[in-house]
């Protein structure tokens, strides 16, 4: 009986994989005393199936696990755990899901909470045909600081085109990127732009064929000195 219960479970978490409706995206770091802690949430009054499934910075998969939760369970993963150490242990994390879920994300350094974060959108499926937009505030202004991670959500590579607008309106900095598989692209506003008054607004990606994500880290805020946001949302 314990190997006809085995085989059952085995096959459908294999399954999930062929059927999976569901596709959720967020940034991790596990570089330098940092840390993510991720609650998978199961809305279902049902067993639901997952994996999730972390990829390094140039979309290498350094780790995956999956897991079947019962009616309304949560489970907890520390990634730091199975996440190999590396200077590239940082990027996107991919979660699927045989029915919809709500995923908790804490992030740590040295330790302590520095950050909450919830994903319950999952990363959007665009028109090929129609361009799109996902947006985000930055701050350049005093000792306030903003690094940008645009991560790649699939298996096919995209791109994107990259515009930050000061305060006044004026384009700063402009770039276009095109991600492989999973891939993610780090840029430092502060390496960018320096500081100034006028330097903080809107960070504006164009999408084109297929979604990217975003985080932003924000240095000089919160009780820690840094807080980070994930926008996985297009807003146009």
Known sequence: MKGLLTFITMMALI???????????FYYDTTQ????????????PRENVFILTAHDAYGGEVWS???SLSANQAAVIRLGDYVPASDIAWGVVTVEGAEQLVIGIEYLLNEKLISVD??????????????????????QVGAAGTSLIIMNPWTTTG??????????????????????????D??????ELGHGNLLWGFVDIGMTGQSVILALEYYGRGCAGLEIDNVTEYYY
């Open 159 to 184: 791109g994107c085109s990259v515009i930050v607008r000061s305060s006044d309106g004026k384009t700063v900095y402009q770039h276009d990127f095109v991600l492989g598989p999973h891939e993610s």
């Open 33 to 44: 005393g940092q840390d993510v802690e991720v609650n998978i949430l199961n809305t279902m």
């Open 118 to 139: 919830t994903i319950y959108n999952e990363a959007p499926v665009l028109n090929p045909s129609e361009e799109f937009w996902l947006g985000a505030y930055y701050n």
């Open 186 to 191: 780090y840029i430092s506003l502060t390496d």
């Open 65 to 67: 696990t999956q897991g």
């Open 15 to 25: 399954g999930v994989t062929a059927s999976a409706r569901y596709h959720y995206a």
